[in-house]
């Protein structure tokens, strides 16, 4: 009698668990399917990744580590002794893709300057001179500090496709479009080393109740 009262409540046992299962809510399909494409389309976890190690992590020892270094202080903008002698950063960092003129980062003083020094080029399809500006790279640190610093207007090719992917290989890279580059900076290189001045700086603005030497760079004009 006793093994018989044993086996119905091991049967009570196993039953318990259907029974309460019967008690649930039923699985709402569709907003799973919801959850799933929230995760899918709208994460922003791919463009912080991107950002951490394609423009943050590497700015902190590269642009920004020499700036710090050599130019001046990245928080006070306190003036170092190489911040007078930097005569100008060209910057390219759009990949493959024939430039088509350059960005003057609101600074209008260097606009008859470029649209000179562009002259030669126009038949290579070079020669637009914009007042807008552009970021996600390294030209930014040294204009954020009123220096002379701009990029250089590129064609799009696979940008948002291969580039910074593991398809960004030496292989997709257009080597025409790269002696063309090559070109107009080493002209632009050696027209800002050979001038007399350095190239104007844009407007800046003295910090209300700070020494004589810290300055920042007027708000950009877009």
Do not use: C
């Amino acid at each position: 009698m006793q093994s018989k009262r044993l086996i119905i409540g091991a049967w009570l046992l196993m039953l318990l668990p259907v029974s309460l299962l019967s008690q649930t809510e039923k699985t709402d399909l569709s907003m799973i399917y919801k959850i799933k494409q929230e995760g899918a389309r709208n994460s922003a976890i791919e463009d912080l990744a991107y950002g951490l190690t394609d423009l943050t992590g590497p700015r902190l020892t590269g642009s920004s580590g020499y700036a710090e270094k050599y130019l001046a202080d990245m928080q006070t903008r306190v003036h170092k002794p190489d911040y007078d002698k930097f005569a100008a950063y060209f910057n390219m960092d759009n990949g493959s893709g024939k430039y088509r003129g350059i960005y003057l980062q609101g600074n209008d003083m260097a606009r008859p300057i470029f649209e000179e020094w562009l002259r030669p080029f126009e038949d290579m399809g070079a020669a637009t001179v914009t007042i807008r500006n552009t970021g996600g790279t390294d030209h930014q640190t040294f204009d954020g500090l009123g220096l002379p610093a701009f990029q250089f207007i590129q064609d799009e090719i696979e940008y948002g496709r291969g580039y910074h992917t593991v398809m960004d290989t030496w292989e997709r890279l257009s080597l025409d479009d790269l002696r063309h580059n090559a070109i107009i900076t080493a002209s632009f290189a050696y027209n800002a080393a050979m001038r007399d001045a350095r190239l104007p700086l844009k407007p800046a603005v003295e910090i209300r109740a700070a020494p004589a030497n810290r300055m920042i760079p007027a708000p950009a004009m877009n």
